[in-house]
């Protein structure tokens, strides 16, 4: 345990990526320690990616690429706009409830923040926002990415934890989603009242309304196919991720018209690194997860904990603390890979809900992402809207900590994970 340890740390300091780092641990111990043959790292390493739901997420990186290509992030915005742009702060509004709709269709945090955030950030700052406040808002309004369905890190969750299934994991995000997203409103109002930022134009009428709901409903369909096809068993998650594909497809194509031919090969391109990217981590978490199952870790960790005599929730709290501090540090896709085999099962003996336990992990690994130091969030933010880092972190804290009230009353009220997934049936 002490060598996976030093390992994995050392090359963490000394800037490898994580998914070497991992691998590079886990083979240094199997080798040293003489658990087995060194074939058996690549055997590991495939094994974690001979897996039929991991094909959802090539698919889903590919239905992002694609509505961002054809700019369906316009479309999505300008009825955001028409919606609550009228309200005080309403440019601010309106990135949260754009971030929300495209969360529905993207699956990811970074992809919410380098599309549509981009846009409008850009506006913000036009009509007169600081742009360092703009670029917080983006990047806390961008969390909702991994949370709201489809959601990359929660395939991979359930790939992790055979406790939880995709499609509970979808049903239960939904409301969490929807609490965070409230949470950035509710604190973008409070900051544009203190500050007198103001609303647009009104509203526009019934007519241009229905106009730019009309010319916004193929895009809004997309989370509805997904969601509604998984619940009603027309297809599983991973058949959802290649209709979004083709759904994408067609509507940029010839429905917006909006995605031209020669974009394609590029947006294929950028799939690709991206998914080659994830799977890298997953094989790589695959040598590690072994190791740390021969060396016994679980178990010892459990023992541990086990023996504090902690309730179900000062275990919630204490874990919570736990994640805060590691996702400072580590990007939410390897801490899953990394700590759910450990957490999970000792969740299940405190007599935790599965679903509500996987909710409070991505909820809390995924605030990582704009925690600074390391904050992968932040950095996507900065990049896009060319803001200074710290302008973007002396505007961030007071979104930060109604993410972290969401947490705390996620962690608190189980019902606002289970209820959804209860309801219609999700349980395993």
């Not at 203190?194 to 010319?215: D, M, Q, S, T, V």
């Not at 904990?305 to 805060?324: C, H, K």
């Not at 900065?382 to 972190?393: E, K, W």
């Amino acid at each position: 345990m002490t060598l996976l340890a030093l390992v994995f740390l050392g090359t963490l300091a000394l800037g490898i990526p994580i998914a070497f780092t991992m691998g590079m641990a886990g083979a240094a111990v199997i080798y040293v320690e003489d658990l087995a043959d060194l074939l058996l790292v690549p055997q590991q390493i495939f094994a974690g990616l001979d897996s039929f739901p991991l094909l959802a997420i090539p698919f889903f990186i590919l239905a992002a690429e694609l509505m961002t290509g054809g700019r369906i992030t316009d479309v999505l915005l300008r009825f955001a706009t028409a919606c609550i742009g009228r309200a005080r702060g309403g440019l601010g509004h309106a990135n949260v409830v754009t971030s929300t709709l495209f969360s529905g269709i993207s699956g990811s945090a970074l992809a919410d923040a380098a599309g549509p955030g981009a846009v409008i950030t850009r506006m913000m700052r036009e009509a007169g926002y600081p742009g360092g406040y703009a670029a917080a808002l983006t990047a806390s309004a961008a969390i909702v990415g991994p949370i709201i369905p489809p959601s990359i890190i929660m395939v991979v969750y359930a790939l992790t934890d055979n406790s939880v299934t995709v499609s509970g994991l979808f049903m239960a995000g939904i409301v969490p989603g929807l609490l965070i997203s409230a949470a950035m409103m509710a604190t973008n109002h409070a900051i544009a009242i203190r500050r007198g930022y103001g609303g647009l134009a009104p509203r526009p009428k019934l007519p241009e309304f229905a106009r730019l709901l009309l010319h916004a409903a193929p895009a809004l369909l997309m989370p509805l196919i997904i969601i509604g096809g998984i619940h009603g068993g027309v297809f599983t998650p991973t058949e959802a991720s290649a209709v979004a594909t083709v759904y994408a497809l067609l509507v940029g194509l010839f429905v917006y018209r909006t995605l031209a031919w020669s974009a394609i090969p590029g947006i294929l391109v950028r799939t690709t690194v991206m998914t080659a990217s994830v799977m890298l981590i997953i094989g790589m978490s695959n040598i590690f997860g072994y190791v740390l199952t021969v060396l016994q870790v679980p178990q010892a960790v459990g023992d541990w904990i086990g023996g504090m005599g902690l309730s179900p929730i000062m275990f919630l709290l204490a874990v919570n603390v736990f994640l805060l501090l590691f996702g400072i540090f580590m990007e939410p896709l390897p801490g899953v890979m990394i700590l759910v085999p450990i957490l999970a099962p000792l969740a299940t003996l405190m007599g935790v809900d599965p679903l509500h336990f996987a909710i409070v992990v991505i909820v809390n690994l995924t605030l990582g992402m704009i925690t600074p130091p390391v904050g992968g969030l932040l950095f996507v933010t900065q990049i896009v809207s060319r803001v200074p880092m710290g302008q973007i972190v002396r505007e961030l804290w007071p979104f930060l900590a109604a993410q972290l009230l969401v947490l705390l009353l996620l962690t608190l009220v189980p019902g606002l994970s289970t209820w959804l997934p209860n309801a219609l049936g999700y349980t395993k």
